[in-house]
């Protein structure tokens, strides 16, 4: 009797069943539920518990991660899909082995090994995200329905619940955020950022499945968003669909970086460099009304002042901001720097948790790889909708980074799908699509 390889039984078993496309299905609804809701949707900002550190993070956002990540990794193994080893490239593997070395020789090495293991589930469940659809037309079904629940949600909570859905108030830390909308996000700044992701996700759906539906979720996702008033959505997402379209239709390799790499170098510099210039500051206050970005250039400064302190390996992935010696530290003549959640900039916030190499290697595959991939992705035989999606995601997560700390932040959405952005740039370069068939 000829055996059978495990792989080989567990591809049988599922075909046998005849519930393939049923176990995709749940499995790719299973990761989107779980990106958007998370473990604990619409949380009761007036709680006084809000203010205390967690520096230990969400346990049953943890355990479900790794049950989830388990159950896709055995369908990979069962299905064999190659391509997951395909997003498994060099860059991103030194990324991860610096970042442990950082965990290693943080003040919580525990804590930060842990948030790296995360960090790694996060991007193999990306990976998955893509490859679970067996074509354009089952992925663009799951997308379309899970945006239209996720958004029907977050205005059934804004007027059932607003309460739990608008910032009111009594919220214990930033009460003078009353009347702005957040769905079921604990922040304004989160919801619009998901808000903007829907934006990009709705124009995919009215390009390749429904005008009817692609268009309700846009107009769904763009009201919600303007009563966000979160501001930096709102002044990104034009910016990232306009270059996007701009970018992809450039034929120069050299226009094409120029446009990828311009507004997150001037956000930057405006920015970053308004704190650590005066006279870049004098400009910045002479085009907006607020130069202290509400506040954030307290928290950047009190970042380079950490990055300097230990500029090569940082003090932990994820093991700095909400660590209990550093918001118990604060006092009212301190920095309220002591105090924040994260650097409120992606690039800085790497830099200040992993180091100046660990900022290098994290924008080697964040920006450097999806960059030479949309260079070799072929003209001919691929899905430009997709492209074009993966490229508006991929754009928008480094605009946002310029404010926001989205790269490699675990419990974002925004990095979640500029993740899958980049992966799924890697695997046009072969013209391969979500729904790889074993």
Known sequence: ???????????????????????????????????????HPFPDLSDPSALQPEAEGNLISQVLAVITTGTLAGFAFAKRLRLVLKAITPILVL???????????????????RRVVLASFVIFQAAMFLLLPQDRTHFVRMLTFGSLVVLILCYAGVIFAPGLSIHQATDIAEPQLAGNWRGFFAHKNGAGAGMSIFVISGIYIFRTFSRVLGSLIVALAAVFLFFTESKSPIMLLPLALLFSVIMVKLRSPTLKFIIAISVPVMICLLTIGSVASDAIYAVVEKLISD???????????????????????????????????????????????YRASDAHNGYVNIAVMTGLVGLALALGWAFVQPFIDHLRTPAQGIDRALNMMFVQIWLFGLYLSGFESELFNNGSVVWFMTAAAVIGLRFQTAAEYPGETA
């Open 1 to 39: 009797m000829t055996s059978v390889p495990l792989d080989d039984w567990g591809s049988r078993a599922l075909d046998a069943a005849g519930n393939e496309r049923l176990v995709r299905t749940v499995l790719f609804m299973a990761v989107f539920f779980q990106l958007w809701l998370t473990a």
């Open 291 to 337: 130069p202290t970005f509400t506040g954030r250039n307290d928290i950047w400064e009190f970042a380079l002042d950490h990055i300097a302190q230990r500029p090569l390996v940082g003090f932990g992935y994820q093991a700095f901001w909400g660590t209990s010696e550093l918001v118990n530290s604060w006092t009212w003549t301190e920095s309220w720097g």
């Open 95 to 113: 990324t991860f082995v610096w970042f442990a070395c950082s965990a290693i020789l943080s003040a919580h090495p525990g804590l930060a090994a």
